[in-house]
T-cell receptor
Framework: GAGVSQSPRYKVAKRGQDVALRCDPISGHVSLFWYQQALGQGPEFLTYFQNEAQLDKSGLPSDRFFAERPEGSVSTLKIQRTQQEDSAVYLC????????????FGNGTRLTVT | TQLLEQSPQFLSIQEGENLTVYCNSSSVFSSLQWYRQEPGEGPVLLVTVVTGGEVKKLKRLTFQFGDARKDSSLHITAAQPGDTGLYLCAGENTGGFKTIFGAGTRLFVKA
């Protein structure tokens, strides 16, 4: 497909486990964003990549959260030692360029920490 | 810190009614975007407004950007059940590196 693809669609983790969430952006899109969306809320910015460079990680809640995009395409968001408050939908978005460029979102990964 | 406040948070109306939702900030944005999100899916872009005072129409939806580029509104005429969803406004911060979102207005249109 031509859209942003995220996997897995759903993830259940026991508290303390590590998880890895994958995002395949639209081919050729320079910018890639990760957002966290709690139930009934708007997406909260986590981090931003321009190609392989992570230019802004100011939204990552703690040092348990880590994101990478080593070849400027696929990105992985890793959460170590998951806690119940990490339960949320994690959305990935890509855009063709930086600045006034619409975001194309995937359908998200719903993470539930038990 | 740039924040976007949306109102109302929740709106339940009858089919055929008109409605307006608002997006306000104390900060200036280079552009504002409106997205619509349905359950289990990611947000989908409806429109981008760039120029202060700009008005854009998309069928029964009218979007306006405030003159000072700090606020925006979305007006829906003759709402239909298919308009049901979460409406999100979003703005690019002045650095242009990230787009921030409001908390959204959840609209429910009853047939």
């Amino acid at each position: 497909g031509a859209g942003v693809s995220q996997s897995p669609r759903y993830k259940v983790a026991k508290r303390g486990q590590d998880v890895a969430l994958r995002c395949d952006p639209i081919s050729g899109h320079v910018s890639l964003f990760w957002y966290q969306q709690a139930l009934g809320q708007g997406p909260e910015f986590l981090t931003y990549f321009q190609n392989e460079a992570q230019l802004d990680k100011s939204g990552l809640p703690s040092d348990r959260f880590f994101a990478e995009r080593p070849e400027g395409s696929v990105s992985t968001l890793k959460i170590q030692r998951t806690q119940q408050e990490d339960s949320a939908v994690y959305l990935c978005a890509s855009s063709f360029r930086q600045g006034n460029s619409p975001l194309h979102f995937g359908n998200g990964t719903r993470l539930t920490v038990t | 810190t740039q924040l976007l406040e949306q109102s109302p948070q929740f709106l339940s109306i009858q089919e055929g009614e008109n409605l307006t939702v608002y997006c306000n900030s104390s900060s200036v944005f280079s552009s504002l975007q409106w997205y619509r999100q349905e359950p289990g899916e990611g947000p989908v872009l409806l429109v981008t407004v760039v120029t202060g005072g700009e008005v854009k129409k998309l069928k029964r939806l009218t979007f306006q950007f405030g003159d000072a580029r700090k606020d925006s509104s979305l007006h829906i005429t003759a709402a239909q059940p298919g308009d049901t969803g979460l409406y999100l406004c979003a703005g690019e911060n002045t650095g242009g590196f990230k787009t921030i979102f409001g908390a959204g207005t959840r609209l429910f249109v009853k047939a």
